[in-house]
């Protein structure tokens, strides 16, 4: 089995955003014992910028970009030496990955990362990726490690992603407030989840949150991966996921796996619009999977080139699909709401085609 482990700065850090060593520790423990069944196993581990706080003895972290990236150079250097230490002390092999939404995006850099990771897991090393925060400004970063994590179990083709985080796993509510909130232990493909409200906001130490996680999830799913919300604490977590015990909870894989490209297209690209449209274009894309058309477009937000990303918006503001456009946005300004036969013949008839298009509803 391949495994990918992401970890989150709030399980990694104390309060003051120091280097807890013994969660590490567990860690890598863990991470030997299952490599001892035979399974492979990468790490998406977080900490660099929190790492770099407490390197340079801040009392706040700053939020301000040139600073996060000083940080972050600062920090990843003693967050690899933590893994490098109890890795190494148990005869393993650390290697550090750093990665940027190119190499993604790019389909030469998506094999070339793809070819670089499967050769370190040959050498028998564990490879340890974080964002390279350093050199990735706003427009062009993540900004979580968690769909990092899922981006990058698709292009391993792995068979499970965990994500320990510093909870125990999706609850219907936030236990911190409801306390009728129950932990929801296994996620059905294509389960909607409507009484399910994620927090958007991670802790102060880091930069996801519960519905980067679920996203991470979904995207998994969707890969064909089974995934893993589980609390970092959990004696034996990594383990007991890996044997499918219940650990927290549980997204099952999708029978209809995305391929690379329109993974690159829901979530690896930057979004450069967004297309209205109105209620029969919407059920022609999700109940019949067709290609979006100009008749069912109603507005057009944004200064876009043709095969820029866009989101598809309904009509009541939910975003159901992100595509690939044929054409600018200024081109598609014109076309709106016009039919098939009314359109000239030199531009393209789709907005989007329904190759090129990723649904985010079901």
């Known amino acids: ?3 990918v482990v992401k970890i989150g700065t709030s399980s990694l850090t104390d309060e ?6 013994s969660v590490i520790e567990s860690l890598c423990v863990q991470l030997v014992a299952v490599r001892a069944l035979g399974h492979e196993v990468v790490v998406v581990s977080s900490g660099a910028v929190s790492a770099g706080v407490a390197a340079l003895g ?18 990843q250097s003693r967050l690899m030496e933590v893994y490098n230490r109890h890795l190494g002390s148990r005869g393993v092999v650390a290697a550090q990955v750093l990665l940027v939404p190119h190499d993604f995006i790019d389909r030469r850099q998506y094999l070339h990362a793809r070819q670089t990771l499967t050769r370190l897991l040959e050498l028998g090393c564990v490879p340890i990726i974080n964002e390279n925060d350093a050199i990735a400004n706003d427009e062009i970063r993540y900004g979580d490690n968690d769909r990092i994590a899922a981006l990058v179990s698709h292009n391993l083709a792995a068979d499970l992603l965990v994500l320990l985080t510093d909870t125990a796993g999706l609850y219907t509510a936030d236990p911190r407030t409801d306390p009728s ?6 996620v059905a493909a294509d389960d909607p989840l409507p009484s399910v409200s994620a927090g958007q906001r991670g802790s102060s130490r880091g930069s996801g949150g519960m519905a980067s996680k679920l996203s991470a999830a979904r995207m ?10 589980a609390a970092s604490s959990r004696p034996d977590v990594l383990v007991d996921a890996v044997h499918d015990l219940d650990v927290g909870s549980t997204f099952m894989p999708n029978d209809r796996k995305l391929s690379a490209r329109k993974l690159w297209i829901g979530w690896a690209s930057q979004v450069e619009g967004s297309v209205v449209i109105d209620d029969g274009a919407r059920r022609a894309l999700v109940e019949r999977g067709t290609s ?25 503001g939910v975003v159901i699909a992100r595509g690939m456009t044929l054409c600018d946005a200024v081109t598609l300004r014109s076309m709106m709401g016009k039919r098939t036969a009314d359109l000239p013949a030199a531009v ?11 649904l985010l509803v079901s």
């Open 1 to 3: 089995m391949r495994i």
């Open 16 to 21: 003051l955003g120091v280097i807890d060593e």
């Open 58 to 75: 801040l009392e706040t972290r700053p939020t301000d970009t040139p600073t996060l990236q000083a940080l972050s150079a600062a920090g």
């Open 181 to 186: 909130a129950s932990l929801v232990s296994r």
């Open 220 to 229: 998994a799913s969707w890969s064909g991966v089974r995934a893993v919300i």
């Open 292 to 316: 979006l058309l100009p008749a069912g477009v109603t507005a057009v937000s944004g200064d876009f080139d043709e095969e820029s990303i866009v989101n598809v918006v309904s009509a009541d």
């Open 348 to 358: 393209a008839h789709e907005v989007v085609h329904r190759d090129d298009l990723v």
